[in-house]
């Protein structure tokens, strides 16, 4: 019997050790990407115990014939676990941390190789294909470059989760490999502490940091425990940056600032959070001299950014806070002057994009005569946006603020440059083709939200439009859908699944006029919620009689608390609801009519549209059965 | 730069402070520690709405806590007058907490006082306990007397941060090569920035140390290094200047000014005349002023002093014109 069960035991315990998958939980932090050039690579991981580590690589997944070996990889620990070696320790991890960081070199530009860690002669990374990298493409070499940009993400929360999964699922279907992933600060919530970038940072995205370098840039949240002036925090710890120029660019002398180069494309990461951002400090110099050393004759395309955007009316305000100000009046000027084509930002939990610009470095940001285009760059649309070839002086940039990868979204207003304010989760996506800069924003969804490109095939003599595009509300514009218009709706009841598609049969819905709701005096149809139910569905069809209608509408809606939008069976707006839809709908915030109409802008969603008959859809929700009221009264409004 | 030491904790067994000074580093700890956690709590929102909900705290209770973080919320809003009306009450409520007294004296600094932020800056001295606390209390004290145009008690204030941090950092062996500029110690200076280039490999100091050559008139150990730069650039009107300098100095004269006249046309194409760089500007002025064309030196000047450049940039062109 005894026998029986150690034979058993043995056997389990057996395949256990074997199992990939269970190999693989002997790092404490996932192997990880970072500082590639066209000739090496680094890459790090962690474990808890001393382990004898040897990196295999090679061209063939089945052939891992080039050896990275013990003595090539650098150790660090902490101090507190008597770190020893020229390598700086570790400023801070769990107890017993072995942080390993293998530099190959040697390498082809441009070639994908495949890698594995070993102990000795065990296996430590699954042997499932996921485990490459690639090398930088020569410097001035034209190639396609394709690149994942994220900000303000480091929650550890489902929606940074969803954002991360609509990106792997929108490359898986368009057959898309990633050459990099830039983050744009805030990356670990909420100091940047060792523990909470393993989990918000490293756990979340290890399927991708496995084999993209993400070349980070530091947020106010990792400035609490990392500092830029002596690059040393778990910031810092995490990442390796280059410091002597050696993915391209000029040598910084600090991690917490510096530049590489991707075939035709030269990015600069700048620190806006705790160093001097004056136009002459040292930071401002470096950039003078790096811009100085970018070759025109091998780079077509410049790219900056930072945590803290120039331009922003999301949670936070350009015009008001000083990191702001000052790199919108001290370093875009050194940029534009080099032809900078796209800068991009977080810290305002938004997504901003601007209309192709420059020279707008007052305070408060104004437009007029600082826009070159003011059309939406959409080559389906409005039409790209169009720069000279090269790296020309002042021929326009667009600005970005990507700082909607996970935490609470807020807009405080629209700022005058930005063509498109977008209160949704998700991310960028940049994808350089020859003279084509093509940008994407993709939503949590998966969904394609906005698009625009910059085209640099023929010389371009930008001219300055005097009072350019305005967004933020209409000053005028005539009701598509008035305000007390007849809907149909559902009351006391939870809608059936497919109720936002067009042609649901709501025949048995009643008619009532808008506003629905109860309490406040308010509403045209009164219901019987309180204390009963929390959900009511508004449904109609609106007829829209040109194409241009669809790039001219607004939402103007009253609500009390909390409301989903749908257009023609797509939702496009959720306003005051965290999570789910319908009866599964939870996190329900609090908010006031107040006898006032909200206006969102609906063109960013004017490809869901059509001339024609269209169908808007929006479920209204209560913060709680016994609130004193609700108010639901949607209208839209064709601007002018 | 090395991690503080740790200091060797009390015989005593207990876990209680047993000295005043133990005591203060405690709460000083404790202070930071409540100043993380409240920061972090309204880190999502923007400076204005903490300003109001520190405000509103503010009016039941004073707490050097609260007004360090309001500070902090006014300095990001650049209402600096008010930040540091702040940081003097927590000071007042809690005399003994560093990291107000170096706020403080950043603040000072910022609001262009540098006499009223030696004060703070010399108290947060006296309550330092690392090497590197120390360093950047030095470097404050440097700063301060730099902007008051102090330059050999801010050269001391540097060497003692070096003496503390001998790494240093970028930004302080700029500050020191400054301060060796402004008092004539010219091979110190070349010394002491080829240090930092060869401890940080930054460009900026390396661009700095060739001109402390060419002012210390050693051309011909700048020169080579100046041909390796203008080799694969973009932009060479800067190191254009300087090889110019150089030439002229060996007596090259044609040679100099058909470097200064190429780097003339550069800037002058990329310089916006609404809102133009001061670097660049400077080096237009500095170009005016080898070729011996004072009213546009001249003319350049004034412009850099209408859009309040710092000194540094300022002093070779003001130099040049006094020759």
């Not at chain 1, 084999?211 to 710890?237: L, Q, R």
């Not at chain 2, 700048?222 to 110019?244: T, V």
Request: net charge positive.
């Amino acid at each position: 019997m005894l026998f029986r069960f150690v034979t058993r035991l043995l056997f389990v315990i057996s395949l256990t050790c074997l199992a990939p998958g269970l190999a693989h939980a002997e790092f404490s932090r996932a192997p990880y990407l970072q500082l590639a050039t066209e000739n090496s690579i680094h890459l790090v991981w962690r474990t808890q115990a001393a382990i004898k580590p040897v990196v295999h690589f090679g061209t063939s997944q089945e052939n891992l014939n080039q050896i990275c070996r013990e003595d090539q990889i650098l150790v660090r620990r902490t101090q507190k676990d008597k770190h020893s070696g020229k390598a700086p320790p570790l400023h801070s991890a769990p107890d017993n941390t072995f942080q390993f960081e293998a530099q190959i070199t040697g390498l082809k530009a441009d070639t994908l190789y495949h890698y594995a860690i070993y102990e000795g002669t065990t296996r430590l990374t699954p042997d499932d294909g996921s485990y490459h990298f690639r090398t930088h493409p020569e410097h001035g070499k034209k190639r396609d470059i394709y690149l994942w940009a994220v900000g303000d993400s480091g929650t550890g929360s489902q929606m940074q989760k969803d954002v991360h999964q609509a990106m792997i699922n929108y490359n898986k279907k368009h057959n898309l490999t990633l050459d990099m992933y830039l983050h744009v600060g805030d990356m670990a919530y909420g100091s940047g502490k060792d523990p909470e970038f393993q989990a918000n940072f490293f756990e979340i995205y290890e399927p991708t940091l496995r084999n993209t370098v993400c070349w980070p840039a530091m947020g106010n949240h990792e400035g609490y425990t990392s500092k830029g002036k002596t690059g040393i925090g778990p910031y810092y710890d995490a990442y390796i940056s280059p410091t002597r120029g050696e993915a391209g660019g000029a040598s910084s002398g600090k991690e917490s600032y510096y530049s590489y180069d991707y075939g035709r494309a030269h990015f600069i990461v700048l620190n806006s959070h705790d160093l001097d951002r004056s136009p002459s400090a040292a930071m401002a110099q470096w950039l003078r001299e790096d811009l100085a050393k970018t070759s025109p004759e091998k780079t077509d395309w410049l790219i900056a950014y930072w945590h803290h955007p120039p331009y922003t009316k999301g949670s936070h305000d350009s015009d008001k806070e000083k990191q702001h100000i000052e790199m919108r009046t001290h370093i875009m000027p050194i940029l534009e002057s080099a032809g900078v084509d796209l800068v991009l930002g977080g810290h305002s939990h938004i997504y901003e994009r601007s209309m192709l610009m420059d020279g707008a470095y007052d305070t408060p940001t104004t437009a007029e005569n600082k826009i070159f285009d003011d059309g939406d760059g959409d080559a389906k649309g409005d039409g790209s946006y169009q720069k000279s070839p090269g790296l020309k002086p002042n021929q326009g940039t667009i600005q970005i603020v990507t700082g909607h990868g996970g935490q609470g979204l807020r807009r405080k207003g629209y700022s005058p440059v930005m063509k498109r304010s977008i209160l949704q989760h998700g991310s960028t996506l940049v994808h350089i083709s020859g003279d084509t800069l093509n940008t994407k924003m993709l939503n949590y969804r998966g969904e394609i939200v906005d698009t625009f490109q910059i085209v640099k095939n023929q010389a371009v003599t930008p001219s300055r439009i005097a009072k350019p595009w305005q967004p933020g509300r209409p000053s005028k514009g005539k009701y598509i859908i008035p305000k007390k218009a007849e809907w149909r709706y559902l009351a006391g009841n939870f809608a059936p699944k497919d109720w936002t598609r067009p042609g649901f049969d709501d025949s048995t819905w009643k008619n009532g006029k808008a506003g629905f709701g109860y309490g406040d005096a308010d509403d045209t149809t009164e219901l019987d919620m309180q204390n009963k139910y929390t959900s009511v569905y508004l449904r109609k069809t609106f007829k829209l009689q040109q194409p241009t209608d669809v790039n001219h509408l607004w939402l103007g809606i009253s609500y009390d608390d909390a409301f989903i939008l749908y257009l023609n069976g797509k939702e496009v707006i959720r306003n005051g609801v965290t999570k789910g839809q319908s009866e599964n709908a939870t996190g329900i915030a609090q908010h006031e009519a107040n006898n006032s109409f909200e206006m969102f802008d609906l063109t960013p969603y004017a490809k869901l549209l059509k001339t024609g008959t269209n169908t808007i859809a929006i479920e209204g929700h209560n913060h709680a059965p016994t609130s004193s009221d609700f108010t639901l009264h949607p209208t839209i409004l064709r601007a002018q | 730069m090395p991690r503080p030491a740790r200091t060797s904790p009390s015989t005593r067994p207990s876990s209680a402070p047993n000295n005043p000074k133990q005591f203060t580093i405690l709460y000083s700890k404790f202070i930071i520690l409540c100043a993380l956690v409240l920061s972090q709590a309204g880190a999502h929102e923007s400076p204005e709405h903490n300003v109001r909900e520190l405000t509103h705290h503010l009016q039941t209770r004073q707490s050097p806590t609260h007004l360090h973080q309001r500070a902090i919320a006014y300095r990001a809003l650049g209402q600096l007058d008010k930040a540091a009306a702040d940081l003097h009450s927590a000071i007042t409520l809690a005399p003994d907490i560093l990291p107000y007294h170096l706020e403080l004296a950043r603040i000072q600094l910022a609001s262009n006082k540098p006499n009223q932020a030696l004060k703070p800056a010399n108290q947060a001295l006296q309550l330092c306990q690392t090497p590197s606390q120390r360093a950047n209390c030095h470097i404050l004290r440097a700063e301060a007397y730099h902007r008051s145009q102090q330059a050999k008690p801010s050269l001391e204030a540097c060497q003692l941060a070096f003496r503390e941090i001998p790494r240093g950092e970028i930004e302080w062996f700029l500050l020191r090569s400054e301060n060796q500029l402004a008092l004539g110690h010219h091979r110190q200076r070349i010394s002491d920035l080829k240090t930092g280039y060869s401890l940080h490999h930054s460009a900026v100091l390396k661009a700095h140390w060739v001109d402390a050559m060419i002012d210390a008139s050693r051309f011909q150990a700048a020169l080579p290094i100046i041909n390796g730069e203008l080799s694969d650039r973009r932009w060479k009107s800067s190191w254009l200047i300087k090889r110019a300098r150089c030439l002229r100095g060996l007596d090259r004269n044609p040679e100099a000014h058909s470097d200064l006249h190429t780097a003339l046309n550069e800037i002058k194409s990329r310089l916006n005349s609404s809102r133009p760089d001061p670097l660049l500007l400077a080096d237009q002025g500095i170009i005016h002023a080898l070729l011996s064309q004072p009213e546009q030196a001249r003319s350049c000047l004034t412009q850099l002093k209408q859009i309040n450049c710092p000194a540094w940039i300022t002093a070779r062109l003001v130099s040049m014109m006094a020759e």
